[in-house]
């Protein structure tokens, strides 16, 4: 029977890396029953690289996929780039015996302008050729903005429509943010997905405190705009099963688990949580 492999994102592990070091927060995932991460938001130091690949290898981990610009998201932004750097990260992945590597985003200055749109896919499409070279698969990763239309046709279509390497990481809870579900969408990208990033949707508490003296506009509806939250799996209302069963069959080998705001609550614990609820749905050989 056709499984996939769960995992986690480490870019929500950002801070616990810089508190206990890479390879102490991986001892803890490995305890909390996971076997795979995507690296986001890591800086790629040597002795990071070094301390992923010690501990892939100690806790039996594996490196699932590593993250890379296309090119700064803004002129001057610091940041490893595919454009600068790229036998730097092409040398990691192999160190870290990784194949897939997924660009986060598009820059900020090519949204909302289809021409320069068209630039970075023709740039993307055209490193994705180069890193097959080397072995290594190029994904692109959505959130919501990726469903704006440009002359009628999504963004994220535009970007499958003019490649023919580039597969696509895609994000259950952006995707369910940007208007659409997720279960169509992952069908219609059958043979493109290798990766997708698991986190539930939720409606959070109204802050009520924004009325507390008088009514200010402003205040109030920045809250109330603002209730949308990251959940961690089977706290909020995405159907997680159809989800999953949708990208295994559209040919996902990583259901990777994400929360990009934890509300105040540890890391390890939002993970435990969204395990446990995996397992609930009869997922617990997927570890």
């Known amino acids: 029977m056709k499984k996939?492999?769960?995992?986690?994102?480490?870019?929500?592990?950002?801070?616990?890396?810089?508190?206990?070091?890479v390879y102490e927060?991986?001892?803890?995932?490995?305890?909390?029953?996971?076997g795979a991460v995507?690296?986001?938001?890591?800086?790629?130091t040597p002795e990071n690289v070094a301390e992923l690949k010690r501990a892939s290898e100690d806790f039996d981990i594996k490196i699932a996929a590593?993250?890379?610009?296309?090119e700064p998201m803004m002129p001057g932004m610091?940041?490893?780039t595919l454009s600068n750097d790229f036998d730097?990260?092409?040398?990691?992945?192999?160190?870290?015996?990784?194949?897939?590597?997924?660009?986060?985003?598009?820059?900020?200055?090519?949204?909302?302008?289809?021409?320069?749109?068209?630039?970075?896919?023709?740039?993307?499409d055209e490193v994705a050729h180069k890193l097959a070279e080397h072995g290594i698969e190029l994904y692109y990763h959505n959130h919501h903005i990726e469903f704006q239309k440009y002359d009628g046709e999504y963004l994220l279509d535009i970007i499958k429509n003019n490649t023919s390497k580039i597969g696509f990481e895609m994000d259950v809870h952006w995707i369910h943010r940007g208007g659409l579900n997720p279960v169509e969408v992952l069908k219609n990208y059958a043979g493109r997905i290798s990766l997708i990033h698991l986190k539930d949707y939720r409606i959070g508490q109204f802050d009520v405190s924004v009325l507390e003296g008088g009514f200010e506009p402003a205040k109030f509806f920045q809250a109330f705009n603002n209730?949308?939250?990251?959940?961690?799996?089977?706290?909020?209302?995405?159907?997680?099963?159809?989800?999953?069963?949708?990208?295994?069959?559209?040919?996902?080998?990583y259901?990777?688990?994400e929360q990009d705001d934890l509300y105040g609550r540890d890391p390890f614990d939002c993970l435990r949580d969204s395990a446990n609820h995996l397992r609930e749905l009869g997922y617990a050989d997927w570890f």
């Open 4 to 21: 996939g492999k769960i995992g986690v994102q480490m870019m929500m592990l950002k801070g616990k890396v810089e508190e206990l070091g």
């Open 227 to 253: 209730v949308v939250q990251f959940a961690e799996l089977g706290t909020g209302s995405l159907d997680l099963k159809a989800i999953i069963e949708a990208g295994l069959e559209s040919g996902s080998q």
């Open 38 to 44: 995507e690296v986001s938001q890591i800086p790629m």
């Open 78 to 80: 610091p940041g490893e």
């Open 25 to 34: 927060t991986l001892r803890q995932v490995r305890e909390l029953g996971y």
């Open 88 to 124: 730097k990260i092409v040398s990691d992945c192999k160190t870290l015996n990784c194949n897939f590597l997924r660009i986060g985003m598009l820059p900020f200055t090519a949204i909302g302008h289809k021409d320069k749109i068209m630039e970075f896919v023709q740039k993307c």
């Open 255 to 257: 259901f990777l688990v």
């Open 66 to 70: 590593l993250s890379a610009a296309l």
